[in-house]
């Protein structure tokens, strides 16, 4: 049974799911950005790991990352994007790789060169 404002992969697709998350990022729609991460979200960064999707969103309210999308590739329910990251005053260009389960986001990894960042605070 599919409950509103929950997306299912199987009906839209992994990278859809993914993509709907950005934009809600993009918009500062965190409520409903929220509703396409599982609750025990694994999220593992450059700079940190969160172990829960209420974790990860209380940084998002926070730091309002903006996410320009490149190009995206799906295979099955992983998905990975490859972005320029607004974090702060720096562009960074980034990869996420996302997988997708029971129609949430249940995990994803971001990689990026942080020594812009690391440069800019020590300034």
């Known amino acids: 049974m ?3 404002n929950q997306p299912s992969e199987t009906a839209t697709g992994a990278k859809t799911i993914v993509l709907s998350f950005i934009k809600a990022l993009n918009d500062s729609n965190f409520n409903t950005a929220r509703t396409y991460l599982a609750d025990n979200l694994v ?3 450059v700079l940190g790991t969160r172990n829960s999707a ?3 969103m209380i940084d998002m309210r926070k730091m309002k990352f903006k996410y320009a999308v490149q190009k995206a590739f799906e295979d099955g329910n992983d998905v990975c994007l490859w972005y320029d990251i607004t974090m702060g005053e720096q562009q960074i260009f980034s990869c996420g790789w996302y997988k997708v ?3 949430k986001i249940d995990s994803f990894k971001v990689l ?3 020594r812009p960042l690391l440069e800019q605070a020590k300034k």
Request: proline letters at 7%.
């Open 112 to 114: 990026f060169d942080p």
């Open 54 to 56: 209420d974790e990860y």
């Open 101 to 103: 389960s029971h129609g």
């Open 43 to 45: 999220f593992q960064g």
């Open 2 to 4: 599919q409950i509103a």
